[in-house]
């Protein structure tokens, strides 16, 4: 299973970037989503996850207002929609796979699988 993060860059804070994760050949439907981000020295750190229907979705406190998790099942991708940009958002953000479909997840632990990373930097 391959995922492939895309959409990162450069962006003033501020403004807004929207991340794709795409998974293809890879039963989509069946697994939660999640997005996460590290900064170097530190452990990787939940930003949202969605089920798999996108019935219910879950961020962490420091993102909640201002990014928007989403998914398309037919595209077999699931999209992080960032506003409100902080220099504190700036990170290699990954995306990964539950299998528990009608889980929503937090810890690492769950996902099975992971995207590559994308960084996201934002600086004026």
């Known amino acids: 299973v391959q995922l492939q993060a895309f959409g990162g860059g450069l962006v003033q804070p501020g403004g807004s970037l929207r991340l794709s994760c795409a998974a293809p050949?890879?039963?989509?439907?069946?697994?939660?989503m999640g997005w996460f981000r590290q900064t170097p020295g530190k452990e990787r750190e939940f930003v949202a996850a969605?089920?798999?229907?996108?019935?219910?979705?879950y961020y962490a406190d420091s993102v909640k207002g201002r990014f928007t998790i989403s998914r398309d099942n037919a595209k077999n991708t699931v999209y992080l929609q960032m506003n409100s940009l902080k220099s504190e958002d700036t990170a290699v953000y990954y995306c990964?796979?539950?299998?528990?479909?009608?889980?929503?997840?937090?810890?690492?632990?769950?996902?099975?699988?992971w995207g590559q990373g994308t960084q996201v930097t934002v600086s004026s």
């Open positions: 969605i089920n798999w229907n996108a019935f219910s979705t």
């Open positions: 050949g890879f039963t989509f439907s069946s697994y939660s």
């Open positions: 990964a796979a539950n299998p528990r479909r009608w889980g929503i997840a937090s810890g690492t632990a769950p996902y099975d699988y």
